[in-house]
């Protein structure tokens, strides 16, 4: 077998660091070592596909549930997902979860003293089609407190976890909304290092996505590392 | 210009009912080839607390050591029952637990042979970005040779090997300080 062409590294810059002092969940769970620098080999180039039932039952609209509408503004999410070297990833499977309107989880350990929708699980997945396009319709999130310090607010926010072809193009993000005041003051945003990779997370407003009477817009592109061009070392 | 990566963001506390379903620990059916094995183990912070938000991924080749992926070019035998992807979430005392089977050999850098390992990534509130280990077995005679296991300081690598412990395979995670585990940039 030929030497198996590996992905790029992460950007500099790009990712936050594990240890973010500002962030206090990191303290505890922030590994002392470095971690070790591995080649990728084939467990680094292979990845697992969704498991396909999982996908047969698609759910891009999350603002009906039970038999309700949820309450809130609703909104449109649309873009693609890609590689660095701008080629769409299609059939890759998005799963998305968010806190309702009033900023408010359907988890049992969301204490937030604030309303639960019975109309708003929260809980959506999308693929993108053969140009990586995806797009859904929820309520836009409510901002909520944290207790990382005093007077701690989450940015709205919208959550993201996706696969890509491979083990190494596995991310898990977080969308936020322009515009949002929490966005200076929020520890995790702001642990992207650079301010260009950290803009990167903030969605667009697009009247062209919005629907007239009906919802507003908003696009939002995932990037996942791209693949090298010549084999791996050794 | 070309697009720039989306950077990663931790998974929060609150993802368990939109990412992990139960039975998404088990990777294997009634018909899936190879020796079952069951892989228990506990993840813990600092403190040597228990960590209970966090969600485990497996990624592993099958029995034959192929991987169900397009990328894997190996003449060796795709299981229909067995595609090698599980997830699990820690209980409230840091426990998880997988059943699948013990993956074949894949190759490596120069064509040899990897020993049998499992690939895991770790998400978890306080994690910003996913930590990446590997689950190598005991008494597996390619582990002497193996690249990757041969990166890691000697002293070290007992973290990345399972022990045998009432018919299951022990593979603890220690986040941080003493038998601290490896990790991996990938």
């Known amino acids: 077998m030929n030497p198996p062409v590996g992905y790029r590294r992460e950007t500099r810059g790009a990712h936050p660091p594990y240890e973010h002092p500002a962030y206090a969940g990191t303290h505890k769970r922030t590994p002392r070592h470095a971690p070790v620098r591995l080649e990728h080999t084939l467990s680094e180039i292979t990845g697992p596909h969704f498991p396909r039932e999982r996908l047969a039952s698609g759910e891009n609209d999350l603002t009906h549930f039970d038999g309700g509408e949820a309450l809130g503004e609703r909104i449109i999410v649309t873009g693609r997902v890609l590689d660095e070297d701008g080629s769409a990833i299609p059939h890759t499977a998005i799963e998305i979860w968010q806190a309702n309107a009033a900023g408010r989880y359907a988890h049992a350990e969301d204490v937030h003293k604030a309303p639960l929708d019975p109309h708003f699980e929260g809980i959506g997945k999308v693929v993108t089609d053969e140009q990586g396009m995806y797009r859904f319709m929820t309520v836009k999130p409510g901002a909520y407190p944290w207790r990382n310090h005093h007077n701690a607010w989450r940015p709205n926010h919208i959550h993201f976890s996706l696969f890509g072809p491979s083990f190494a193009t596995r991310l898990i993000t977080q969308m936020y909304f322009p515009g949002d005041p929490l966005l200076a003051l929020d520890p995790i945003f702001n642990s992207v290092p650079d301010r260009s990779a950290r803009e990167r997370l903030i969605a667009t407003f697009d009247i062209e996505v919005t629907v007239p009477e009906y919802a507003l817009g908003y696009r939002f592109d995932f990037v996942l590392r791209g693949r090298n061009s010549t084999p791996t070392a050794g | ?186």
Not at chain 2, 2 to 18: E, N, R
């Open chain 2, 1 to 186: 210009m070309s697009p720039l990566q989306t950077p990663s963001q931790t998974v929060g506390p609150f993802f368990k009912p939109a990412l992990v379903r139960s039975g998404d620990e088990s990777l294997v059916t009634s018909r899936s080839r190879g020796e079952r094995i069951t892989i228990e183990g506990c993840l813990l912070d600092g403190d040597g607390a228990a960590v209970s938000d966090a969600m485990i991924e497996l990624w592993q080749a099958n029995a034959d050591g192929r991987y169900d992926h397009p990328d894997d070019s190996q003449e060796k035998l795709l299981d229909p029952d067995f595609h090698g992807f599980g997830r699990a979430a820690t209980d409230e005392l840091g426990r998880f637990r997988f059943h699948t089977i013990k993956p074949g050999s894949v190759p490596g850098p120069g064509n040899l042979l990897q020993a049998p390992h499992i690939n895991v990534s770790i998400f978890a509130r306080g994690l910003l970005k996913r930590l990446i280990t590997r689950i190598y077995f005991p008494g597996e005679q390619l582990n002497a040779a193996d690249f990757v296991l041969n990166t890691v300081a000697p002293e070290r690598r007992p973290t990345l090997v399972a022990r045998n412990e009432n018919g299951a395979l022990r593979f603890d995670i220690v986040l941080q300080g003493v038998n601290e585990t490896v990790f991996f940039d990938v």
